[in-house]
């Protein structure tokens, strides 16, 4: 007898990621008394999360663990950069049981694993220029790699945030495929066919992956289950393997004998953190009930090379082509503008001190951007080049990987204090990236945690540059931070606010 060809695919995506939490001075991370009863939230989740999910238990109905799984052998998943290497510093026991996972998915799945990479910085790709675009997708790239020991396939975009100019760079940095939600799709045809399907109520068929071309070039992507996500993610669900079980189910289509993906894509958090416990939901759903119910557990890449596209997409533009994302309705304003979206605060309070955040930056990184090109050149043959590079310093600094990195790129043989101050031009450029981090516009209020961060990475670019060049940039930065007014009267505007950092700072 011929046997029953699979055609039922389950894949559920995990985008683990936190904001950077480093004082950019001591590199140290600082107590963050919200996180109590643990140090900072880093250290918070991953007890709650990123550890649970190396190890998640499955237990009898005595309550007897009788196996733990890593779930991550199972998972698709990405891990932003900068979390990855807090773990890898901090906890290298649960860092390298992540690696060895996507060793393990590998065997599982023809060669193909469960990571994918992650943009360097959480930055929202369409609202950056496009030299930063470039950078934050060189660097993902070679983060990946370098821990990962293979190409990079895929890549988790920020929010999900996506416009034609960031398709156009992950196509030319040979990115195969993405990840979007489905509301993110506005058009799709299939290929040969001149009419046009339109899908912009996000009713994309999300079982199938789709390609996007640009001129001659292209590049794939999968729209997950955007119902079947949400409410994995905020229903309860996430507490019961046959909940959970029982509503893919319900998602699949009546014909099983065509391929078909239920694809599932949620913050990483939700196993464990949002949802506690959850880590052993999916821990008992991808080892017993997925196979009870014919399915096969895969990833993306490898339901790619066996079932690709066969219609075209075209994604929506957004808002002055300023693009899409998965976590505001109105495409990307949620890191610009006063748009209505945002998490925690109190009634009556407002976003308007979003804008001219995003604009007192915005200018700052364009002074910084001409700080180091003007003293770039001096130094290196190439300065965006270098930049690009600089990551392979970031991932290895020893004296022999400077020697190096500097034979490469350097326009003479330099001295030690030479070299030490193109160093300090390529650290403040990792700032100049580095304080766009997209929690500083999430939350409800300029006074926040992460918002306080992104000034802090400024501020740090700022000292560069006045070393550097012996320019002033904080006069023009505050000018435009007083117009970013805290919903909570105390704290001011984000000109108090930044003074206040710089004060605690000075006292270290």
Known sequence: MTPKKQNQFLCIHGHFYQPPREN??????????????????????????????????????????????????????????????????????????????????????????????????????????????????????????????????SMWLPETAVNYDTLDVLINEDIKFIILDPSQASLVREFGDKSREDVSRGNINPKMPYRYFSGNKHIDIFFYDGPLSKALAFDDIAYSSEKLMSRIESAKLPDINIPQLISIAVDGETFGHHKKFSDRTIAYLFTKLASEHNFKITNFSEYLAMNPPTYEVQIKPGDMEEGTSWSCMHGTKRWRADCGDSTGGQPGWNQKWREPLRNSLNILNAKLDVIYNVFGKKYFTDPTTARNDYIDLILNNTAASVKKFFAKHSVKTMSEKEINFALNLLEMEKYSMQMFTSCGWFFADISGIESQLVLKYAKRAIEFAKEISDIDLETDLLDELKKAKSNISEYGTGKDIYLRLKQQESNI
């Open 24 to 153: 950019p001075w001591t590199g140290k991370t600082e107590q963050e008394e919200s996180a109590a009863p643990f140090h900072d939230w880093n250290e918070r989740i991953f007890n709650e999360c990123y550890k649970p999910n190396t190890e998640a238990v499955i237990v009898d109905d005595k309550g007897k663990v009788i196996k733990r799984v890593n779930n991550y052998e199972y998972l698709n998943f990405n891990f932003g950069p900068t979390l990855m290497e807090w773990i890898r510093s901090n906890h290298k026991e649960t860092f390298q049981r992540i690696i060895d996972a996507d060793k393990v998915s590998r065997e599982k799945h023809n060669g193909f694993g469960n990571a994918i990479a992650q943009a360097y910085n959480h930055t929202i790709l369409p609202l950056s220029n496009r030299k930063d675009k470039i950078t934050q997708i060189k660097w993902g790239k070679k983060y990946f790699e370098h821990f990962f020991g293979r190409k990079a396939l």
